[in-house]
């Protein structure tokens, strides 16, 4: 699937300022999310196109295996807009937001995920090959950027204001950054293509590989400014060596012993927390609460949810004296800051139930390196919004960690 190799290695590296050193801006002038949402279904369908042509028979086995939960996922959204007395216009089919593409793009990650689930476990491979090496090169402009003190490489001095001191990459945002780098730390740790195909054919430069691309990822991820990432990075470091030590100990001991230092760690991290970081935290929890109080009070849209950019929706109408003491009057929420609320608002329960179904049944395997990099993702998205690059990013490791 060269579609999908071509999706992975470039959907985290274009944006509209690819271009602005030929002088050249496309559509959006400050549009970093749509303009890789427009590349995204671009290659999507370069991709159906490709593999109807190579491998009909394949696809179509894989939509009849799936057929009810794909008509299911496909008409909650509609069922919740006819419930609501929604209008299916054009903003509701396309969005019209930065982060927020409406029920098209919805259906496009639906197709998209039957694309990587009918591809064999060697194309797998080679995706989180190409996605690695897509992560290098954003790992390398982030500090590019910040030898710079930020250096405005592309033509972004908007960027510079937003986030200063902090790298934003080809992300435009420094969180969306440090959690895109976030989960190829544990595949390039564990070496897991050592014995597998590998990003050069040189077996002998292997570990020199692997060491220098988790430098590069870690000092990405260092001067992006991500409180939450480094966290979870000290935590994956501290609990592998543990870990190691803890071998041939009983599992309740070592799942103790790993329990206590990672609590430890956070109180230990929150306490020398700057004041500034702690009160966006705060604000993320307030978000979240907020969220979840709207869905409590209309218990029919926690099957059903209130459709796609509803998020957005709702804080535009109704906005609680709590919400508007961490947040300006006049600042766009399009975002609880945790992934299966965000799901669970907009979409229902069902897909949220399909995910953690997944990793109930298959949680033996979350112990693999991309099992973990499934952990460090979720774990990271659970604070903070979710965009395009890592949901790709997710899709793929949840298909190559659970696929038999």
Not at 6 to 24: E, M, Q, R, W
Not at 272 to 286: A, G, M, T, W
Request: hydrophobic share 55%; glycine share 6%.
């Amino acid at each position: 699937m060269y579609s999908l190799r071509v999706l992975f290695f470039t959907l985290p590296l274009y944006f509209s300022h690819i271009f602005s050193p030929l002088g050249v801006i496309l559509w959006e002038s400050y549009s970093f999310e749509r303009q890789k949402v427009y590349l995204f279904f671009i290659l999507v369908i370069f991709a159906y196109i490709e593999w109807c042509i190579k491998f009909p028979h394949n696809i179509w086995l894989t939509y009849r295996q799936y057929a009810f939960i794909i008509i299911l996922l496909f008409i909650i959204p509609i069922v919740s807009a006819f419930s609501l007395g929604s209008t299916i216009d054009i903003g509701w089919l396309i969005g019209g937001h930065e982060k927020h593409h409406g029920y098209i793009f919805y259906i496009g990650i639906i197709g998209f995920t039957i694309l990587v689930m009918t591809s064999s476990r060697e194309q797998l491979r080679s995706y989180i090959n190409w996605s690695i090496a897509s992560a290098l090169l954003v790992a390398l402009i982030a500090i590019w950027e910040f030898l710079g003190g930020v250096l405005d490489i592309y033509g972004r001095s908007e960027m510079i204001s937003i986030y200063p001191g902090r790298s934003s990459s080809t992300l435009g945002n420094p969180n969306y950054v440090a959690g895109y780098l976030l989960p190829f730390v544990p595949i390039m740790l564990e070496g897991v293509w050592r014995n597998q195909k590998t990003l050069i054919k040189n077996e002998g430069m292997n570990y020199l590989l692997r060491l220098t691309i988790i430098l590069c990822l870690l000092l990405a991820v260092v001067v992006t400014g991500s409180y939450i990432a480094l966290l979870l990075l000290a935590i994956l470091v501290i609990s592998y060596s543990v870990s190691y030590l803890l071998y041939g100990y009983s599992k309740v001991k070592q799942i103790i012993t790993l329990a206590t230092i990672v609590a430890i760690f956070i109180l230990w991290s929150l306490i020398l927390l700057d004041p500034v970081k702690l009160l966006s935290l705060q604000s993320r929890f307030i978000l979240m609460k907020e969220s979840m109080l709207v869905i409590f009070a209309h218990p029919v849209n926690i099957l059903i949810g209130f459709g796609p950019d509803s998020l957005l929706t709702q804080f535009s109408i109704a906005r609680s004296t709590l919400v508007d003491a961490y947040f300006p009057q006049n600042m766009l929420i399009d975002s609880s800051h945790n992934i299966f609320i965000d799901i669970l608002f907009q979409y229902g329960i069902f897909p949220v139930y399909l995910i953690l179904r997944f990793i109930i049944i298959n949680y033996e395997k979350l112990t693999t390196p991309t099992g973990l990099s499934i952990v460090l993702l979720l774990t990271f998205l659970t604070f903070n919004v979710f965009v395009i690059s890592h949901i790709i990013v997710l899709i793929l490791l949840f298909v190559f960690t659970f696929k038999d």
